[in-house]
C-alpha cells in the first residue's frame, strides 16, 4: 500500500485523444495533468487546495479548466494517490449530462 507520495494519473490516454478535437485544449489539459501528477494528495482538502473549483458529483471529480470550457472527470482514490480520469468533455456536453449515463 502506498502511503504518501505523488499522485498517479491512469489514462494520460484521455488527453491524447481528446486534443486533437480541441487543439486548444491542449496546453490546458497537459498543464492540468503535470499539476496532478506532481501533487501529493491523501485527502479532498488537498486536492480543493490545489483545484478549488473541483466538485464532487458522487463518486467522480469534475475539474474546471480553459476557463471552464473543458471538464476532466476523475475518480480519486486518496489513499493510494491514484486519479483515473474517466472522460474529458466540453462545457456543453458537460452541461448536456453526457458523463452521467
Not at 56 to 61: I, K, S
Amino acid at each position: 500500500m502506498r502511503t504518501q507520495g505523488r499522485v498517479r494519473v491512469v489514462s494520460h490516454k484521455a488527453i491524447v485523444r481528446f486534443s486533437p478535437g480541441h487543439p486548444e485544449a491542449a496546453a490546458s489539459l497537459g498543464a492540468w495533468y503535470r499539476v496532478t501528477r506532481r501533487a501529493d494528495w491523501g485527502s479532498v482538502a488537498d486536492g480543493r487546495a490545489v483545484f478549488p473549483n473541483a466538485d464532487r458529483v458522487g463518486d467522480q471529480y469534475v475539474f474546471n479548466i480553459a476557463r471552464n470550457r473543458y471538464r476532466p472527470i476523475a475518480e480519486i482514490n486518496f489513499r493510494y494517490r491514484c486519479v483515473f480520469i474517466r472522460d474529458i468533455l466540453t462545457h456543453a456536453e458537460h452541461d448536456r449530462g453526457r458523463w452521467q449515463s
